[in-house]
């Protein structure tokens, strides 16, 4: 089972950039997917982006894409979301979760998450 814990949250102002990172423990994230999921106040969690073990990234929401970019450090078993042009609505907490392999839109296909990091983005 991996352990994941997030971390780089925090307040931005509007087009500011933020970097999160996912730190695993457990097991190496190579054979895995990790899926971002944000939850916003009032609303439900929803897909950000997933990166396949193979390094295919999968957008879930089209705002994110041209803004939002992730990467992995193998050598650290870390993924990291890297989100540039910030936004006021993009302001959520923001999950990290696992599932094997492949990406999956479905939040319960995975089985592991982190406790999430709260971004706010204001001026």
């Known amino acids: 089972q991996v352990q994941l814990v997030e971390s780089g949250g925090g307040l931005v102002q509007p087009g500011g950039s933020l970097r999160l990172s996912c730190a695993a423990s457990?097991?190496?994230?190579?054979?895995?997917?990790v899926g971002w999921f944000r939850q916003a106040p009032g609303k439900e969690r929803e897909g950000v982006v997933c990166d396949g073990s193979g390094s295919s990234t999968v957008y879930y929401l089209n705002s994110a894409m041209g803004r939002f970019t992730v990467s992995r450090d193998g050598a650290k078993n870390t993924i990291y979301l890297q989100m540039n042009s910030l936004k006021p609505e993009d302001t959520a907490v923001y999950y990290c979760a696992t599932r094997p392999y492949y990406c999956s839109g479905s939040e319960t296909q995975y089985s592991s998450w982190g406790q999430g990091t709260q971004v706010i983005v204001s001026s």
């Open positions: 457990g097991d190496a994230l190579n054979s895995y997917a």
